[in-house]
């Protein structure tokens, strides 16, 4: 079964990191990063903060686009190539393939912003002068994005599993628009009553908690972010993540394929 | 059902139940104001409406929500622990983002104008806000009874009051109430009166039920001062006529001072005290009250 799994996930990872689409994205968030500190030039005093926020948002932002575009074709493109069966007809089960997929598409993610953030730190070097040990926080705010990423892959697997690209496309950028106000949500159905506060309530849980994991603001005024917000928020991820990829493979062991 | 869909099924339920469990201990390490301090790290509504993308309005909405739920809560319950700092930078960014939201600037002022623990105690700061609604709104007279009103009761500059109430009842629309209190201000402005007739009139006109709370519980304060005050008076005639203090109303009602017991705005009965005193039984509910506090008595901070 690992055999099988890694198979899948080396293989997803070797396709997407071929994909152009994929190559432009960090090609461009790079670019971003690399500009960074000619956004600095025309503030007044607060350069590295205006690379800490424009860098770690392009790497949030370029990552969650990429997962999507990504993540909408993993199943689809299988099935238009008609490699699916192939893959099937071997001793594959269907939820390996899911679960391969999904480790593949995560792999490729934290390759990429691993990549992205040596190159953030490579600017920041620049514009600072010199690294010190506050800008080490940094990394707990790229954790947390790849901690996002995992979910939003689990989400866009989830609705390709049963729609078209465009359309899982859509509702995967809806949910993560929708979750970076989970907060909100949470604020709504404490105010409310009766069945508005149920409702409000189950729509807080069921969409993505993005609120709780978007720190660059925190970090970039070297607010410091808790331990126990670190634990609770990679428990959380985790859960949310195999909650949704579970969704996936019940959707796509009942697909037929035929 | 097969083994491996049940199995599925299970991880799922459990992982998702996981997740509910998990969220509520994340917002919990984040802290209940989370979201509020956001408006630290973009403080320029202006900023902020072009970053928004034309989509302004849902974004006041939410910046309003957001103080609605942190501050109208905590100050329901006279809550210490409130971060008042975040208050008018989240109303100044709510009304850069819609200048027309008639409710930021009039329950947002009172907010800000208060003493604690019922408000911030920054009056400056509400005159700042309301100004810059009437600004926003100019045709709106209603503002102009609310800037009156933080002059008068949090300002005690009763000068300005009179100016703002006159500057309200040139509108043609206002109410011809607005040319009274100008007068009033101009005449009687310390009067007990006056500032009954102003919270009657909050309390008349609004809809918003937090509003009309705090004008009621304020109408409640002033009938309560004026009962222990009244209360204390009858209780010196009894000492008067019959040399010694009443041991309860019963005695008062007995020699004809009272009708019977009396009872506060909460329907509770006033407490008369072994020195003659008299007292409410429950302060906690008439946060506003001068008159009849138990000595000592500190408002809660649950």
Not at chain 1, 12 to 32: C, I, M, P, Q, S
Not at chain 2, 174 to 193: G, L, P, Q, Y
Not at chain 2, 266 to 281: E, F, I, K, R, T
Request: proline share 4%; hydrophobic share 50%.
């Amino acid at each position: 079964m690992i055999g099988r799994l890694s198979a899948i996930t080396f293989n997803t990872f070797r396709e997407a990191v071929r994909d152009r689409v994929l190559y432009n994205l960090v090609l461009f968030a790079l670019l971003l990063v690399a500009t960074a500190p000619l956004f600095g030039t025309i503030s007044i005093g607060i350069e590295g903060q205006i690379l800490v926020d424009v860098g770690l948002s392009a790497i949030s932002l370029f990552g969650i686009v990429i997962a999507i575009l990504i993540g909408i074709g993993l199943v689809s493109k299988e099935i238009e190539k008609k490699t699916l069966y192939t893959i099937l007809s071997r001793p594959v089960r269907r939820w390996e393939f899911i679960v391969g997929k999904y480790l593949g598409l995560v792999m490729t993610l934290t390759v990429n912003a691993l990549l992205m953030t040596a190159g953030f730190y490579v600017a920041l070097l620049i514009v600072t002068h010199g690294l010190n040990s506050t800008q080490a926080a940094y990394l707990i705010a790229i954790y947390f994005i790849i901690l996002e990423f995992l979910i939003v892959t689990a989400l866009t697997l989830l609705f390709s599993s049963f729609s078209s690209p465009i359309f899982a496309a859509i509702f995967s950028f809806a949910l993560v628009v929708i979750g970076t106000f989970a907060e909100d949500l949470r604020n709504f159905s404490a105010a409310a009553q009766g069945v508005a506060k149920w409702f409000m309530a189950g729509a807080a849980w069921l969409v993505p908690n993005f609120s709780a994991l978007n720190v660059i603001s925190q970090v970039a005024h070297a607010q410091p972010v808790s331990g126990s917000l670190i634990l609770m928020n990679t428990l959380y991820a985790l859960l949310y993540s195999l909650a949704a990829t579970s969704a996936a493979v019940l959707i796509f062991e009942r697909r037929n394929l035929k | 059902m097969n083994r491996a869909t049940f199995i599925t099924v299970l991880v799922l339920i459990a992982a998702f139940t996981g997740s509910v469990l998990t969220s509520n201990e994340v917002e919990a390490a984040r802290g209940q104001q989370a979201t509020l301090e956001e408006v630290m790290y973009i403080p320029s509504g202006k900023a902020l409406k072009r970053m928004s993308l034309g989509y302004s309005g849902v974004l006041a909405d939410i910046y309003w929500t957001r103080a609605i739920q942190y501050y109208g809560r905590r100050l329901g319950r006279h809550d210490e622990n409130v971060r008042f700092d975040l208050l008018y930078p989240l109303l100044d960014i709510t009304t850069d983002l819609d200048p027309h939201l008639i409710v930021a600037y009039q329950f947002g002022s009172i907010f800000l104008s208060q003493s604690p623990p019922v408000g911030a105690g920054q009056p400056d700061k509400a005159v700042a806000l309301v100004e810059k609604g009437i600004r926003a709104n100019p045709d709106y007279w209603r503002l102009y009874f609310t800037l009156g009103c933080i002059h008068y009761f949090d300002r005690k500059d009763y000068k300005a009051a009179e100016l703002a109430f006159r500057k309200g009842s040139e509108n043609p629309q206002a109410a011809a109430w607005m040319k009274v209190m100008a007068a009033t201000m101009a005449s009687r402005a310390k009067d007990a009166e006056t500032a009954y007739y102003l919270w009657t009139q909050i309390y008349q006109s609004t809809d918003d039920k937090m509003v009309r709370e705090n004008a009621r519980q304020h109408l409640a304060a002033f009938r309560v001062d004026h009962d222990v005050l009244e209360l204390e008076r009858r209780v010196t005639i009894y000492l008067q006529r019959t040399g010694h203090l009443p041991s309860s109303w019963y005695d008062l009602i007995r020699e004809r001072l009272l009708g019977s017991v009396p009872l506060d705005p909460a329907d509770h009965p006033y407490q008369l005290m072994p020195d003659g005193s008299v007292q409410v039984q429950d302060p906690e509910g008439l946060p506003f009250i001068t008159q009849g506090v138990p000595p000592g008595w500190k408002k809660s901070t649950k």
